[in-house]
Nanobody, 123 residues
Framework: QVQLVESGGGLVQAGGSLSLSCAAS????????MGWFRQAPGREREFVAA????????EYADSVKGRFTISRDNAKKKVYLQMNVLKPEDTAVYYC????????????????WGQGTQVTVSS
């Protein structure tokens, strides 16, 4: 069992930066790939980035490549999402997910989810 708590969201102007954190509890954190997803009002949850349990494999959605960076610290049981050059279209609730053995962009592969943190980018 893994519990996840996201933090770091907020309001930022376009072009600015935010750093999200996801703190996990549970003994099996380091066994899982971790993913960041986001959901805007009226839209489905969409993939943002994922990282393997070793950190050696990483994937990004095309919409965030070159702007966002995912990382993890297994000793601290945390995964991070550094978001730079933010755009109004990045506005969404951001969720971290765990429970997949392999990195994947498919939300259904992640068994555990946090409550989400709101990111709002003003133009």
């Amino acid at each position: 069992q893994v519990q996840l708590v996201e933090s770091g969201g907020g309001l930022v102007q376009a072009g600015g930066s935010l750093s999200l954190s996801c703190a996990a509890s549970g003994r099996t954190f380091s066994n899982y790939a971790m993913g960041w997803f986001r959901q805007a009002p009226g839209r489905e949850r969409e993939f943002v980035a994922a990282i393997s349990w070793t950190g050696g494999n990483i994937e990004y959605a095309d919409s965030v490549k070159g702007r966002f960076t995912i990382s993890r610290d297994n000793a601290k049981k945390k995964v991070y999402l550094q978001m730079n050059v933010l755009k109004p279209e990045d506005t969404a609730v951001y969720y971290c997910g765990a429970g997949s053995l392999f990195i994947t962009a498919q939300a259904r592969a992640y068994r555990y989810w946090g409550q989400g943190t709101q990111v709002t980018v003003s133009s």
